[in-house]
């Protein structure tokens, strides 16, 4: 049996502690200076401009995939890649932004800061002006993190990969200043659907604690599925083609849900459901205007901290079921992505060129500056007993059999002594004394880049935090009363989770006090919801009253952990070549898929070039070989059912990999297509063909 990853993390943290410290004592360390930026680009005075393009941030196998802790595996390959999407805009009058959407965890800090170095001189963008937003898939590379706390714990590997850092830095930063050569004359339109059907709370037992939410029935088996946030909210930018005539670019969008549709097991990289999502409006958008460019969907994930994915429940018990379920992912994330289409479609008649943008941003250490009105939060960070028996449907084995450890329990959390502090009544796991030992203060994440982005009537506010449906709504409140004190119009104001950082969860005072494994894991305590919008607020404030704020840390210096992941480059001295016909397998199970697979021999996993086009299905129509397009969907390795997988080293530096189509339609004069690598030519298979059922694959003479 699988362990849940909080299992891990409790069995570690507890039973390892010690050993960890030891072990950590003797880790490398790097000093990390990121240079601020003094020099910017003029941003000339021209008609409203954007342009968004996808930048593919896949790695070589080997990085660890963050969101599962010890539990998730390294990645071997990748199922859906791992995709940066830029979407720049220019409001003509001397303002213009960068936001930027992962398929993360969540983001980084010192990524930000790498990013917000590298484009400044070419593109006049200052750091408030970039917004690094993540989908917080749990089946993406990691260990990129700004503090040693969240790179030793998130992942199946400690401390920070310095060349995942570079790789990941350098490619988002070529992708905004590409956007930003590339722009063209832009519409936009704002708007919001809500959608329900698609995510549930999971943690309804302290959601319905909140002061302001009304009466619940706990036994109604649909007020899960009421108390979530519905909101999908979109930009849509559209530009113009070389004839003048505005088409669809992009969107960037938000949805609250958390990218757990697929469970720990899952050994490839992936975008988890949001792929689906962002990959049908791409396609479709693209197929009905015929656009001259690829179209972009930047989907991020909002106020996702207790938002669980709608699909079939496993209970709230300790036997728990870890099948990797691509099917359900798929048809929850093709959903989405439907409504997605929809209200695209509807803000078309809202396009306009009437473009207004503006950011702010302040940088602060919250351990030095833990306090704003009469609300202060902890000085040093802590984490809970409710950590360790994990939340509701990843119960771990055993642990959650006992009281101190499970969510929610009366004996996890305090109750009568040391209950008026910051920490209220969280139990710190490990014991309060032990914790500090194990977790030195200063390795959790203490600077947060507090932000805001107007783009038109809508207010976006990146916070690096995982948010809870009402502490985001509490956040986004603040911040609308401002605008609205000053006259403002600000038509939708919304909270993006796990931007520019990560510092785990933040709750709702009230929902705190139940300590679930969302209030365990909200590190500087009970009243850091209301820090965080009395933060927010101000800077909302100090925007309206002063126009811009850039107010940033003196230095941006980093002292991390250091590791190497990634394969290291060896000379290749062999030929590519074919080691297995192409075979199908048959799925056995509700939750399997069909797929086909070929194996073969190719230069080593450091020079396979993982973030380029590698693998593709081409069929013969009517004697010539065509790439294979099935409703509207390439089956290719960068659409959402090939798979590419490194599975070992062979000898003279090359190795060994398999490729997989998923959901393989019947038919024939089909043929896996390897591009060219280094000075290895295009490589194809042999001819097959495949019977709706069958359990073998005809080739061709």
Request: aromatic share 10%.
């Given at each position: ?44 005075k021209e008609a409203p401009s954007a342009w968004a393009i996808s930048v593919d941030i896949t790695p070589p196998p080997g990085m660890p995939m963050g969101g599962y802790s010890v539990m998730a595996n390294r990645g071997q390959g990748f199922r859906t890649r791992i995709k940066a999407r ?310 771990t084995p055993w642990l959650t059999l006992i009281p101190f450890f499970h969510g929610g329990n009366i004996m996890a959390r305090r109750w009568w002594f040391f209950t008026e502090g910051c920490q209220g009544n969280k139990r710190h796991l490990g014991f309060s004394f032990l914790q500090p ?57 919304w909270v993006a989770s796990n931007a520019n950082g990560y510092f785990g969860y933040t709750t709702t005072p009230e929902e705190y006090r139940r300590q679930n494994y969302e209030g365990g894991h909200t590190l500087y305590g009970q009243y850091t919801t209301p820090y965080l919008a009395g ?167």
């Amino acid at each position: 049996m699988r362990f849940p990853p909080a299992a891990v993390r409790a069995l570690l943290f507890i039973i390892n502690g010690l050993l960890l410290s030891s072990l950590s004592a003797c880790a490398s360390t790097r000093d990390i200076r990121v240079p601020q930026p003094q020099t910017f680009a003029v941003v000339e005075k021209e008609a409203p401009s954007a342009w968004a393009i996808s930048v593919d941030i896949t790695p070589p196998p080997g990085m660890p995939m963050g969101g599962y802790s010890v539990m998730a595996n390294r990645g071997q390959g990748f199922r859906t890649r791992i995709k940066a999407r830029v979407v720049y805009l220019n409001d003509g009058d001397g303002q213009s932004l960068a936001v930027v959407q992962t398929d993360l965890t969540a983001a980084s800090l010192l990524l930000h800061h790498e990013v917000a170095s590298r484009v400044a001189e070419h593109t006049g963008l200052k750091p408030s002006d970039i917004a690094i937003t993540a989908s917080h898939s749990h089946s993406a590379p990691v260990n990129f993190f700004d503090n040693d706390f969240y790179n030793k714990h998130t992942s199946s590997g400690q401390w920070l990969e310095p060349e995942f850092l570079e790789f990941a830095a350098s490619r988002i930063a070529a992708g905004i200043i590409e956007a930003h050569d590339k722009r063209r004359p832009a519409k936009i339109a704002t708007g919001k659907k809500d959608i329900y059907g698609y995510n549930r709370n999971r943690s309804l037992d302290s959601y319905v604690l909140n002061n302001n939410v009304g009466e619940i029935d706990l036994d109604d088996p649909q007020a899960k599925f009421r108390a979530v946030n519905p909101s999908l909210y979109m930009v849509r930018i559209d530009v113009a083609d070389d004839d003048g005539h505005f088409k669809p670019l992009a969107a960037f969008s938000s949805f609250s849900v958390h990218a757990t549709a697929l469970t720990a097991p899952v050994e490839v990289y992936n975008a988890d459901l949001f792929a689906y999502a962002q990959k049908d409006l791409e396609w479709k958008i693209h197929d009905k205007y015929n656009t001259d460019w690829p179209v972009v969907h930047a989907l991020s994930t909002g106020t996702q901290g207790d938002m669980a994915p709608a699909l079939e429940e496993h209970g709230d018990n300790w036997i728990t079921h870890f099948d990797v379920n691509w099917k359900a992912a798929r048809k929850l994330g093709q959903g989405i992505g439907a409504e997605a289409i929809a209200l695209f479609e509807s803000l078309q008649p809202q396009l306009t060129a009437d473009i207004s943008l503006a950011t702010a941003a302040r940088e602060l250490n919250i351990r030095e500056h833990n306090s704003i009105g009469d609300v202060e939060i902890c000085h040093d960070a802590a984490v809970g007993n409710a950590l360790a028996a994990g939340a509701y449907e990843r119960r771990t084995p055993w642990l959650t059999l006992i009281p101190f450890f499970h969510g929610g329990n009366i004996m996890a959390r305090r109750w009568w002594f040391f209950t008026e502090g910051c920490q209220g009544n969280k139990r710190h796991l490990g014991f309060s004394f032990l914790q500090p030992i194990l977790e030195p203060k200063d390795s959790f994440p203490h600077t947060v880049m507090f932000q805001l982005l107007r783009i038109n009537d809508m207010v976006v506010l990146p916070v690096p935090f995982e948010s809870t449906v009402e502490a985001g709504r509490r956040m986004a409140h603040s911040v609308a009363e401002e605008f609205a004190a000053a006259g403002e119009d600000a038509g939708y104001v919304w909270v993006a989770s796990n931007a520019n950082g990560y510092f785990g969860y933040t709750t709702t005072p009230e929902e705190y006090r139940r300590q679930n494994y969302e209030g365990g894991h909200t590190l500087y305590g009970q009243y850091t919801t209301p820090y965080l919008a009395g933060q927010l607020g101000a800077l909302a404030q100090d925007f309206l009253s002063r126009g811009r704020v850039q107010q940033y840390l003196p230095q941006w210096q980093y002292h991390l952990k250091v590791n190497d992941f990634l394969p290291q480059p060896r000379p290749a001295g062999g030929e590519r070549q074919w080691l297995q016909a192409p075979q199908v397998t048959l799925a056995e199970e509700d939750n399997e898929e069909n797929y086909i697979a070929v194996r073969w021999r190719d230069v080593g996993p450091a020079a396979i070039a993982f973030d380029r086009r590698l693998v593709g299905i081409e069929q013969r129509v009517n004697g010539e070989w065509q790439p294979l397009v099935v409703d509207g969907e390439p089956i290719h390795d960068d659409g959402y059912d090939v798979e590419v997988r490194y599975l070992e080293d062979d000898a003279q530096g090359m190795a060994v990999y398999e490729s997989r189509w998923y959901n393989p339609v019947p038919g024939d004069g089909y043929r896996f297509v390897i591009a060219p690598r280094q000075d290895q030519s295009r490589l194809t298979s042999g001819i097959f063909r495949w019977e709706d059922g069958s359990d073998s694959i005809s080739l061709a003479d």
